[in-house]
Nanobody
Framework: QVKMVESGGGLVQAGGSLRLSCTPS????????RGWFRQAPGKEREFVAG????????RYSDSVKGRFTISRDNANNTVYLQMNSLKPEDTAIYYC??????????????WGQGTQVTVSS
């Protein structure tokens, strides 16, 4: 079954940075938009950021705008999420998914296992 593979999570102090990576298990996903999502304990999964397949269009949730940057390297079939100025409320499991368009998070599918991000205060 095709799915995303996320990496780069870890434990970081508030104000720190992490960069997450997302690579599909099958290379045919290069021409799809991708999205990053997160799920904190006891909360529903929420959209964080999306990027078009060429990388020219992006969208962010209000909670991360100005702190997180989504980008992609299609030569390596990888999408990144650079997270700066991290806050304890950013603590969650972060997931990557395929989407039909960069802002069509309702179409997200082919989820990976996720990568844990923990921000200590």
């Amino acid at each position: 079954q095709v799915k995303m593979v996320e990496s780069g999570g870890g434990l970081v102090q508030a104000g720190g940075s992490l960069r997450l990576s997302c690579t599909p298990s099958v290379s045919t996903f290069t021409t799809y938009a991708r999205g990053w999502f997160r799920q904190a304990p006891g909360k529903e999964r929420e959209f964080v950021a999306g990027i078009s397949w060429r990388g020219g269009s992006t969208r962010y949730s209000d909670s991360v705008k100005g702190r997180f940057t989504i980008s992609r390297d299609n030569a390596n079939n990888t999408v990144y999420l650079q997270m700066n100025s991290l806050k304890p409320e950013d603590t969650a499991i972060y997931y990557c998914a395929v989407q039909n368009y960069y802002d069509d998070y309702h179409s997200a599918r082919d989820w990976g296992q996720g990568t844990q991000v923990t921000v200590s205060s």
